[in-house]
């Protein structure tokens, strides 16, 4: 059961920006332990970036510096703001939360998460 609904993916050239959306699906509670994935076709599920329940991020090596999250308490909605795009960030993005609280720690083992979004497709060409 989808319990996460990603939105805001699409296509775009290198150098480009989208801004993706995870909104809840039914009643999800995550204590704001959340993240977001992605996974390129032939390759593993890989973190993104993660926050705790503060929302304080940590992102991969990747994308810092040109990605970035933030999160709308009174909306529950997390969001994924990517600037400068490259053709390797082309993969099916997923948000996820997790279902206890985390306090001040991070996760980047996906099967530490409980709840997951059917994913939104980004494409970046040259």
């Known amino acids: 059961q989808v319990q996460l609904v990603e939105s805001g993916g699409g296509s775009v050239q290198s150098g480009g920006s989208l801004r993706l959306s995870c909104a809840p699906s039914?009643?999800?509670?995550?204590?704001?332990?959340m993240g977001w994935f992605r996974q390129a076709p032939g390759k593993e599920r890989e973190p993104v970036v993660i926050i705790n329940k503060y929302a304080a991020p940590r992102y991969v090596n990747s994308v810092e510096g040109r990605f970035t999250i933030s999160r709308d308490n009174a909306m529950n909605t997390l969001y994924l703001q990517m600037d400068g795009l490259k053709p390797e960030d082309t993969a099916m993005y997923y948000c996820?939360?997790?279902?206890?609280?985390?306090?001040?720690?991070?996760?980047?083992?996906?099967?530490?998460?409980?709840?997951w979004g059917q994913g939104t497709q980004v494409t970046v060409s040259s």
């Open positions: 039914g009643y999800v509670v995550s204590r704001g332990c």
């Open positions: 996820a939360a997790r279902s206890k609280d985390c306090y001040s720690n991070y996760s980047f083992r996906p099967w530490d998460y409980d709840f």
